[in-house]
């Protein structure tokens, strides 16, 4: 397992891809198999996506009956979100070795760009969400927060489209060719950008405008993860755009956390709370009742 996923963090160039020139800029995409990804790595991606769904599944009708009772429709879109998410992370995740196989290029790019686009919706939308310091149920308020991260998402995946399929830059594709460069700068802005808007939150949170964010520790222990988990990221690309092995090491950590754990991560902090809410209310209401009819009048004598 360890041999697989160093050999994989190590790598500074993925497998031949048949779409791809053999060479650019002079230099050789072509490598031997022996670079496609091992068993153990995928596992390492695969098992925590299976898990995730299958918890989903599992609390999926109660979750369901929470939010059929007059829930917010930002949540309801929300929890629909997450399913699509896993869905599409899961597949990822999975089919790793399309990386490896002749003429799977555009295959995985697009699935690489669906997946992510839809990654980045839920970590765009949250924030909105959040900032707004309630849990609405209006529709103006849904349209409100996916209006805002529908056009951030539609822009990102548009340029990303036109990089990886217009100009050929091999974005969701480690190290490959000469265009690398360019791929890691790319990179290196798309990040700096989220990590900055989570910077920005920290910010505010220390400022004396700091009244105009949720009340809300989980919110700020998420904006702080992410915030840290942005410039270590930062700071692999900016390593690897300079051809240090290290960063690409660094990076390929990064996306395998961020594939494996994400989700869950978002789930546990966020959503968890909200469809245990109704159960916490119902404990207390029997609490309240029991108490009334005297059961706990001994516990005191």
């Not at 220390?206 to 993860?225: D, G, M, T």
């Not at 966020?270 to 009742?289: H, P, V």
Request: glycine content about 8%; proline content about 3%; overall charge negative.
């Amino acid at each position: 397992m360890a041999t697989d996923l160093l050999q994989h963090l190590n790598a500074s160039v993925n497998p031949p891809i048949p779409s791809l020139p053999a060479t650019v800029d002079g230099e050789d995409r072509r490598l031997s198999s022996s670079n496609c990804h091992g068993l153990w790595y995928s596992a390492v991606l695969v098992v925590p996506s299976v898990i995730f769904l299958v918890y989903l599944a599992f609390h999926a009708k109660k979750n369901l009956k929470k939010l059929s009772n007059g829930s917010s429709y930002i949540m309801i879109s929300y929890y629909a979100l997450v399913w699509v998410a896993a869905l599409l992370n899961l597949a990822w995740c999975a089919l790793q070795g399309w990386q490896c196989s002749g003429g799977k290029a555009v295959a995985w790019n697009l699935l690489t760009l669906f997946t992510a686009s839809a990654m980045m919706c839920l970590e765009i939308s949250l924030v909105a969400f959040l900032l707004q310091d309630n849990y609405s149920t209006g529709v103006e308020a849904l349209a409100q927060t996916f209006l805002f991260s529908g056009i951030v998402v539609s822009v990102d995946t548009l340029l990303k489209a036109i990089y990886v399929f217009g100009f050929g830059v091999p974005l969701f594709m480690v190290g490959v060719g000469g265009t690398t460069g360019v791929k890691w700068g790319l990179w290196f802005f798309h990040k700096s950008l989220l990590t900055a808007v989570y910077g920005f939150i920290l910010f505010v949170h220390f400022s004396k405008w700091r009244e105009k964010l949720p009340p809300r520790p989980a919110f700020y222990n998420y904006i702080v993860v992410m915030f840290v988990f942005g410039a270590v990221t930062m700071f692999a690309c900016g390593l690897a755009g300079i051809g240090a092995g290290f960063g690409i090491w660094l990076y390929n950590l990064t996306e395998i956390c961020y594939h494996a754990l994400y989700l869950p991560f978002l789930y546990v902090t966020f959503l968890a709370d909200f469809f245990q809410e109704e159960q916490f209310l119902l404990d207390n209401a029997y609490y309240s009742e029991m108490k009334d009819a005297g059961f706990f009048d001994a516990d005191w004598d």
